[in-house]
């Protein structure tokens, strides 16, 4: 398995694969600090690379920000023109 970016919502290196049952079943990769969640996959290696891949896009998508602190859940939804995190409360 390929490795884990740091995590695109808290920046720290603990992430992990779920999985889930039904429908098939789909991974995902879950934070340990934040509690945030990746996109579902059906396979692991989707799921690390979409982890992977959102965590370069919100970095690529913060490094052009004039203030860094602006950015929040529904700026990113809308940029991205989805949810990007589905966090457990
Ligand atoms: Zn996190």
Known sequence: MKDLAR??????????????PGGGGYYYVHCNCCECRGPTCPT?????NAWNKLNEE????????????????????????????LRSV
Do not use: N
């Open 7 to 20: 995590c695109p919502f808290c920046g720290f290196e603990d992430g992990e694969v779920g999985y889930l």
């Open 58 to 85: 919100l970095m690529a998508y913060i490094d052009r920000l004039e203030d860094k602190t602006a950015y929040d859940d529904e700026s990113l939804e809308k940029l991205f023109g989805r949810p990007i995190f």
């Open 44 to 48: 692991q290696d989707r799921a690390v």
